[in-house]
């Protein structure tokens, strides 16, 4: 068979290509071929069609994205933003901290142990590849509905691989979410963030400069895993008429992916890194593209010297494999020598493939022919932008219209008591325990807060107490009913569940999942959702550093909610001041802090009592979120309070039991005059926590709110083994813990 040369395409333009099969549109490889004033060679093609995918070009979304540049200023803390493989954050005392979340959905669906695993190596690389060290892991997840037969296959493949390739690692998983909903049923939401910390000057960037710097690729051997996974797996729906559209998943080593943190981490730490990149998404095509056009040339690269699990792939195969642990670094030549010892002696493999060249072409040759000769930045950055037609679904009006509020609600204590136990047993309010147990929370020793407090938080200091917390949220049902708002309420949980630890909101990333863009009704969700997120990022002062979209998340024409993930970083200046949710002494008071609201529209009462979805979702007030944090990270540093936990899912009853269950302590609740007690107990007003105020600093805590404008109502007391809502019921712990600890290992056990 004749090799497809670049002289061998540009002498033979009729040649049949096979670009709808690898993804592309028709009218996107004319325009290939326009750009390179030819039809594409095999390997060129290759490269564009994972290039241009959805995944990794983002062509549907950027036109909305642009919103997070153009509305959030970068603030004082900002290092490095959106555009680089994750965002840096100046987190004080020298340090900076980088951190990201993305998707593995269709990947882990198809195969959940090697999906799930693969995307926390993905993460990880991604933290590698700016210098830092990680330290720590969390897992948003989202699942069909937990009795359905085939979230018993998934589920525990996915916690499996999380847990297995994390705790390989030796990296701790300090949160996370688990969602259950028929919508996500075929298609869960496999979101991994990890956090790595690094010194402000060891960032490293992803480009390739300097004429004659060596381009040496270095981890795992090449094989056939994962080829095509970024643009078809990751960028069309499941349709089950197509199984060429399931390729291989890749398969993961934790193992070689720490042997390779250690041996990136020792080249950094001797200053032999130029620029670097992780092989993840459109492996190699990736890499060399997107490291030649962020540097000042051009690159040269050898394919035959790739080394290879399996001596047959072909070039396309090759640039397109996304084989796990490899990554791309720009060394000087006097400095290879060097880089490739540390590689031995972490037992890295490791290979010269290539060198940056003074063109400003990407030159890629087999076999001594060149097969591929393009600007690289037509690959990376060029690639198709669509304004995708977006409209106001039809069923919108309706859907809010069927208010929550219409629903029957419980009329005696009896009632109320019955259906608190119900809503704390139901899979999504009951305790994770089963899943996150499987999870190493304490590697490392610098785990301060893990699940299931409200944020994970890391101790980065040893000396000062230095610290970041991080926590995710996203409420599919809130952005159903309204995704401007929905986006919003995530974010507010997130900032909030930061602030309720002690530390400061700094800074956001996101993982945008949402149905097929070529559905307007879905594009109209994204559009809604990133405006709204982009809005309150800017009256937070909470800029994004970077984030992920997932979209094509359904299978046929049933797409899952719109589920904006938002994760916030926070940090504080000293761990040893964190406030837990527990309540660990009796006679510390609860106060509730915000306005409760007959809000029920997308609550968790409304799902588990009566399987609805409908109304509108709690109101959002994005300067009432600012205050409460305020007066939560006062009160921390100040020793007025002893715990702390944001109300969100569930609302108020929810939060009482979480916090009691976790300290081993009741609670003597009292209803405030002219509050009903069913909404008191289940509203899911936002901008609303409740804390324990230790008697000997009640005064001092109630003058703070009473001087910045918080409202804060005393609510109870701790004390005994039961939560007693005066007037209405009393639960025994020990029932509310059978309820609340028996249902996930019963399903999924």
């Not at 061998?8 to 325009?31: C, F, M, N, S, V």
């Not at 069609?49 to 919103?67: D, G, I, P, R, T």
């Not at 944020?455 to 040893?462: L, Y």
């Amino acid at each position: 068979m004749t090799l497809d040369t670049v002289k061998h395409a540009a002498g033979t333009p009729d040649t049949d290509q096979p670009w709808a099969e690898l993804g592309l549109k028709q009218d996107e490889y004319e325009r290939v071929r326009e750009i390179l004033g030819r039809r594409p060679t095999g390997a060129e093609l290759a490269m564009y069609s994972v290039m241009w995918s959805e995944h990794c070009s983002y062509k549907s979304s950027k036109v909305h994205l642009k919103q997070f540049g153009q509305k959030v200023p970068e603030n004082d803390a900002m290092l490095v933003g959106i555009g680089e493989n994750a965002g840096v954050v100046d987190v004080g005392q020298g340090y900076a901290v980088t951190f990201k979340v993305e998707s593995h959905n269709h990947p882990s669906y198809v195969e959940p142990y090697q999906g799930a695993a693969t995307g926390v190596g993905g993460i990880v690389r991604d933290i590698i590849a700016m210098g830092a060290r990680p330290v720590a892991v969390v897992d948003p997840l989202r699942f069909g509905a937990a009795d359905h037969p085939d979230t018993k296959r998934v589920l525990p493949g996915v916690v499996a691989g999380i847990g297995g390739y994390g705790n390989c690692l030796g990296l701790p998983n300090i949160g996370g979410e688990v969602v259950f909903d028929s919508c996500y049923q075929g298609n869960p939401l496999v979101n991994a963030g990890a956090i790595g910390v690094m010194r402000h000057e060891d960032i490293h960037l992803a480009k390739a400069s300097g004429a004659g710097n060596k381009v040496i690729l270095y981890g795992a051997r090449t094989g056939g895993d994962g080829i095509g996974g970024a643009s078809i797996l990751a960028s069309e729906t499941f349709d089950d008429a197509k199984p060429s559209k399931r390729p291989a998943v890749q398969v993961g080593d934790p193992f070689q992916e720490k042997l390779l943190i250690e041996c990136t981490l020792e080249a950094f730490a001797e200053k032999l890194v130029v620029g670097i990149q992780d092989l993840g998404a459109a492996g190699l095509s990736c890499a060399t593209s997107e490291l030649a056009s962020n540097g000042s040339g051009g690159m040269r690269v050898e394919l035959d010297d790739v080394p290879l699990r399996d001596s047959t792939l072909s070039p396309e195969e090759i640039l397109m494999s996304e084989s796990q642990e490899r990554m791309c670094a720009v060394v000087e030549p006097a400095k290879v020598e060097r880089f490739l010892a540390i590689c031995e002696k972490w037992d890295v493999t490791a290979t010269v493939i290539g060198e940056v060249t003074d063109g400003d072409r990407l030159e890629i040759y087999w076999h001594g022919e060149k097969i591929v000769d393009v600007d690289p930045k037509t690959v990376a950055h060029e690639g198709p932008v669509y304004e995708r037609p977006y409209a106001r679904p039809a069923w919108q009006d309706s859907l809010q219209a069927d208010d929550a509020g219409k629903l029957p609600r419980p009329q005696t204590g009896e009632e109320l008591r019955e259906q608190v136990l119900k809503l704390v047993a139901s899979p999504n309010q009951a305790a994770k325990s089963w899943i996150t147990s499987q999870y190493d929370h304490f590697v490392q020793g610098s785990t301060v807060l893990a699940q299931p407090e409200d944020a994970g938080m890391i101790r980065i200091d040893e000396t000062t107490g230095l610290g970041v917390a991080i926590a995710t949220d996203g409420n599919g049902r809130y952005a159903k009913l309204d995704p401007y708002h929905g986006a919003q309420l995530a974010l507010a949980e997130s900032y909030r569940n930061v602030a309720a630890t002690g530390a400061k909101p700094l800074a956001v990333s996101d993982c945008l999942n949402f149905g097929s863009p070529e559905d307007p009704a879905v594009m109209w969700q994204f559009s809604e959702a990133v405006r709204g997120l982009a809005d309150g990022c800017l009256e937070l002062g909470t800029p994004v550093t970077g984030g992920n979209v997932s979209l094509y998340n359904q299978t046929g024409e049933a797409a899952i909610h719109p589920t904006p993930v938002v994760a916030v970083l926070g940090v504080i200046d000293d761990v040893s001041r964190r406030t837990p949710v527990a309540f660990a002494d009796e006679g510390q008071l609860i106060y509730l802090l915000g306005d409760t609201k007959d809000e029920l529209g997308g609550s968790a009462w409304s799902q588990v009592v009566h399987d609805h979805l409908g109304g509108l979702p709690p109101q959002v007030d994005l300067d009432r979120e600012k205050l409460l944090a305020e007066i939560l990270i006062s009160a921390s540093r100040d020793g007025m309070i002893d715990a702390a936990h944001d109300l969100s899912d569930g609302g108020l009853v929810q939060a009482l039991v979480e916090s009691c269950l976790r300290g081993g302590k009741g609670a003597r609740i009292v209803v405030p005059d002219g509050l009903d007690p069913f909404v008191l107990l289940f509203s899911e007003s936002a901008g609303r926590a409740i804390v324990a105020v230790p008697r000997s600093e009640e005064l001092r805590f109630t003058d703070m709110c009473g001087a910045r404008g918080l409202p804060a109502t005393r609510v109870g007391v701790v004390d005994g083994d039961a939560i007693d809502v005066q007037g209405q019921f009393s639960l025994p712990l020990s029932d509310l813990r059978e309820a609340h600890e028996a249902t996930i290992p019963a399903l999924f056990a």
